[in-house]
Every structure is written in structure tokens, then in C-alpha cells.
């Protein structure tokens, strides 16, 4: 089945500095991908849509300059946490699918823990 | 925004029994998929319902979808201890896929 690739797994950092997640769909290609974090025994959070070659849409309350999002190639898509802070800490899961009425693949997850 | 809503958030039930998740969401929708996600890991795929289909099955899995309710179900069949896991229904529409808050799923041995 189509898979999709996030790296890395799990990262720590020390407070202001960026952190780079990457997404790539791995035998298919994506023209849409979606960033999600997800705090402890919740739900998943949309962050932001990305389709490829354009801006990304991000959701209410989510601030584009801290989390930038690129989609440059039909196959990657990179999330940087720009500046991070401990309350920045969290799972982060990126999400990909080759059309509208598709399934969408789900990376592996990130666990990020800045201090 | 989250659109879907999983009930109930906690279901505790025991080896070879049935379980029932149920999820409703709220505008239309083009599909909606079902998720399980053990516990700090990733998700992983379930199903996926198109709206103009009505039931799917895949294994000991059954997914029902009423468009007129808004609403869907995933059904378990002979559970096992390994089924244990959150269950997340996701709606998917124009350009967006929502998730519900999930439910928690404990089958005991």
C-alpha cells in the first residue's frame, strides 16, 4: 500500500531554535498534504492544507510565520517550527493523498520536545 | 475546524465481544474515513466510505454511513485484545480532512 515517510520521529530542541519536519509520499504523489498536531489522549488538530506548487491554508489561531509550511514537489512536504517553545512541544502528523476522493497515508509522527 | 464527533469517547469491553463507535459530523461530505491510532503512534487507515455508499465491510469491520444524519458507524466484530486503540472518523470535503475527538477503545482479555 501507499506509504508515506516522516522524519524524523522524534526530535529535541532547545528553546528558539527551528526544527524541520519532513513528509514524503513515498509511491504515489500527493497533491494535497495536511499538517496535524495532536496533544496527549486528544484528537488531532488540522494545522494547515498544502497543495503542491501553492501557499498553504492554515487553520484558525495557527500562525503561519511560526509554522512554516512547504510543499515544493509533489512528493515532499516540509513543516519548520520556527523559533520553538517548550509549549511548541507536542506530536506532529502529516497526512497525504493523490486526489480529492482518495484515501489519505499518514507519516509515522513526530514527537517534538523543545526545552 | 473539527467537524467530526466520535461516541462514546470510552468504550471498555471484553475479547470476543462487539464494539460500536458511532461519529457524526455536521456540512456535506465527499467521504468519510475511519482511523485507529495506538497509543503514540501514528494512524493507520482503516475504511473509507464514499457518501453515496450506504455500508462497507472489510474483515471483522463494518462501516455504516446515513448522509440524512449526518452520521456513520464502525463496528467491530469478535474483538481482541489487540484492538484496543483510539478510533477516529475523518470527513473529508472540498479540500480539508477533519478529524473527530475519537474514542477510546479498551478490550480486555
Known amino acids: 500500500g501507499a506509504v508515506v515517510s516522516q522524519h524524523p520521529s522524534r526530535v529535541i530542541c532547545k528553546s528558539g531554535t527551528s526544527v524541520k519536519i519532513e513528509c514524503r509520499s513515498l509511491d504515489f504523489q500527493a497533491t494535497t498534504m495536511f499538517w496535524y498536531r495532536q496533544f496527549p489522549k486528544q484528537s488531532l488538530m488540522l494545522m494547515a492544507t498544502?497543495?503542491?506548487?501553492?501557499?498553504?491554508?492554515?487553520e484558525q489561531g495557527v500562525e503561519k510565520d511560526k509554522f512554516l509550511i512547504n510543499h515544493a514537489s509533489l512528493t515532499l512536504s516540509t513543516l519548520t517550527v520556527t523559533s520553538a517553545h517548550p509549549e511548541d512541544s507536542s506530536f506532529y502528523i502529516c497526512?497525504?493523498?493523490?486526489?480529492?476522493?482518495?484515501?489519505?497515508?499518514f507519516g509515522q509522527g513526530t514527537r517534538l520536545t523543545v526545552v | 475546524s473539527q467537524q467530526g464527533e466520535e461516541d462514546p469517547q470510552a468504550l471498555s469491553i471484553q475479547e470476543g465481544e462487539n464494539a460500536t463507535m458511532n461519529c457524526s459530523y455536521k456540512t456535506s461530505i465527499n467521504n468519510l474515513q475511519w482511523y485507529r491510532q495506538n497509543s503514540g503512534r501514528g494512524l493507520v487507515h482503516l475504511i473509507l466510505?464514499?457518501?453515496?455508499?450506504r455500508e462497507k465491510h472489510s474483515g471483522r469491520l463494518r462501516v455504516t454511513l446515513d448522509t440524512s444524519k449526518k452520521s456513520s458507524s464502525l463496528l467491530i466484530t469478535a474483538s481482541r485484545a489487540a484492538d484496543t486503540a483510539s478510533y477516529f472518523c475523518?470527513?473529508?470535503?472540498?479540500?480539508?480532512?477533519?478529524f473527530g475527538k475519537g474514542t477510546m477503545l479498551l478490550v480486555s482479555p
Open positions: 498544502s497543495n503542491e506548487g501553492s501557499k498553504a491554508t492554515y
Open positions: 466510505i464514499r457518501s453515496n455508499e
Open positions: 475523518a470527513t473529508t470535503g472540498y479540500s480539508t480532512l477533519t
Open positions: 497526512s497525504a493523498r493523490s486526489g480529492q476522493n482518495t484515501e489519505a497515508f
